[in-house]
């Protein structure tokens, strides 16, 4: 869903080769109004977990948290 929302103008088969789907499921998905809305709920639950993660690192600790995360999405992207 979140590419859905982050991809406005992209063809539908561009968007089914990004979400690793079929053009037709994603026919479905585009044709459906409860998308936007479990979206929203699917971002209010990240943010609860984004909070509570910042909460249980300190300052440094939180940078290289997220060094090592990059780290590990580049090796993934490889």
């Known amino acids: 869903m979140r590419s859905l ?3 406005l ?3 539908g088969a561009a ?4 979400c690793l789907v ?5 026919s479905s998905v585009l044709g459906t109004r409860t998308g936007r809305t ?5 971002d209010d639950a ?3 977990v984004e909070e509570s ?4 690192f300190e300052t440094e600790e939180r940078a290289t948290f ?3 995360l990059e780290r590990c999405s580049s090796a993934l992207k490889k």
């Open 9 to 11: 103008g992209l063809s």
């Open 5 to 7: 929302h982050e991809s």
């Open 66 to 68: 997220r060094e090592f």
């Open 53 to 56: 993660l910042t909460a249980a």
């Open 15 to 18: 968007l089914a080769r990004r």
């Open 46 to 48: 990240v943010s609860v």
């Open 38 to 42: 479990l979206l929203n709920k699917a």
């Open 22 to 26: 079929t053009p037709q499921t994603i």
